[in-house]
């Protein structure tokens, strides 16, 4: 299948509006009942290099009350198994003087007002059940010292965070966002098909219901659109910036607001790929650590140094626009640190930041 012209950031804008209310028409038209189409059949995968497995992690549950003046932390996973992070970060933060549990923020048996300080790490199947997990992280919230914050995680698990930045100035990909039961504009006069673009719901994660679309395709994002409105699910509209066919996405990680390493991933969306209601397209990306640049490092730092509370992660995730680099979307809530391919020299670094700043933030609220 031939691949559709892709446009750039600044060809996209004077057409944004156009193919927007060419969509809106076609929801006022086309209401709330009509699923996504079919596409092309899918290729065949390649074989994921993320290192996740699936099944239930083995947690441990504490139901005991904290020793004397240890520090007690619980890292939190969900029913997905990380092979990557915590088999390294689990000893290291031991090793630093913490007492480490792994647990499960599905777990109704954990006692969280055990804990010191409650880190979230893997619990990527939060999106299946986004109420149910600030609720949990509300409550936990009112016991414990939970990274990142409350106010980091009820924020950045919407992706109305992208407008809000580019509101404020921060180069961020277009972004337009249709909410569930809106409809076309008036004194529509004509619209015009502009370029690629991607579709995806403002809750989610891993490319889950996610889908790009060509010129000619306009008629199955719309039908897309319907969809998630139809799940009762905003969907995020931006264009599908053509680097990422040739260089990827690159994966800035700031600790403490320092960056600390880079990845590079290759692009998860190809042409002809209907939207689907798994992870399974993230888990095609080949990713590998990225030597450092210090210009991607310092629009990252720039960019966490402006969230509405103090981060002591964040993975931001930049593509290369016509102008520089562009925020694509930002993590606060369980990015993969990739800590099993970093040299030992940065990965002991950022195990060291973790955990200083968790005692820092723990002797703060003292």
Not at 27 to 51: N, Q
Not at 147 to 170: F, Q, T
Request: aromatic share 6%; glycine share 8%.
């Amino acid at each position: 299948m031939s691949r559709e012209p892709s446009v750039t950031v600044a060809s996209f804008l004077p057409g944004l509006l156009v193919v927007l209310v060419a969509i809106h028409l076609a929801l006022t038209l086309a209401g709330g009942s009509r699923r996504t189409e079919s596409r092309s059949a899918r290729g065949r995968r390649r074989r994921h290099k993320l290192g996740f497995a699936s099944g239930a992690t083995t947690y441990k549950t504490s139901t005991v009350a904290p020793v004397g003046d240890s520090t007690r932390v619980a890292l939190v996973g969900g029913r997905i198994e990380d092979t990557v992070d915590s088999p390294i970060l689990v000893p290291g933060l031991r090793a630093a003087g913490l007492d480490v549990d792994m647990v499960s923020w599905r777990d109704a048996a954990v006692r969280w007002s055990n804990y010191d300080l409650v880190l979230l790490r893997s619990c990527w199947d939060h999106v299946e059940d986004v109420a149910a997990f600030l609720e949990w992280a509300r409550r936990v919230d009112a016991c414990a010292r939970l990274l990142n914050p409350l106010e980091l995680v009820a924020w950045n698990v919407d992706k109305h965070y992208l407008i809000e930045l580019s509101m404020s100035g921060h180069p961020v990909v277009p972004s337009v966002v249709f909410e569930v039961g809106e409809r076309g504009f008036r004194d529509l006069d004509a619209a015009v098909a502009y370029g690629e673009i991607v579709v995806k719901p403002t809750v989610g994660a891993g490319s889950r219901m996610a889908a790009r679309y060509g010129r000619t395709e306009y008629h199955l994002a719309i039908a897309h659109v319907v969809e998630l409105h139809r799940r009762g699910q905003a969907a995020l509209i931006q264009p599908y910036i053509a680097s990422v066919d040739t260089e990827g996405e690159v994966g800035v990680y700031v600790f403490g607001g320092v960056a600390t390493h880079m990845i590079s991933k290759s692009r998860a969306l190809t042409p002809g790929t209907d939207p689907r209601d798994d992870f399974s397209l993230v888990l095609t990306q080949e990713v590998e650590i990225r030597p450092f640049e210090p210009a991607l490092a310092s629009f990252a730092e720039a960019l966490v140094r402006d969230l509405p509370s103090p981060a002591l992660y964040a993975r931001v995730d930049v593509v290369q626009g016509s102008d520089g680099p562009l925020l694509l979307e930002l993590e606060l809530i369980d990015p993969v640190m990739f800590l099993d391919r970093l040299p030992a020299t940065i990965a002991d670094s950022v195990i060291t930041t973790i955990a200083s700043h968790a005692r820092q933030v723990l002797d703060a609220g003292r």
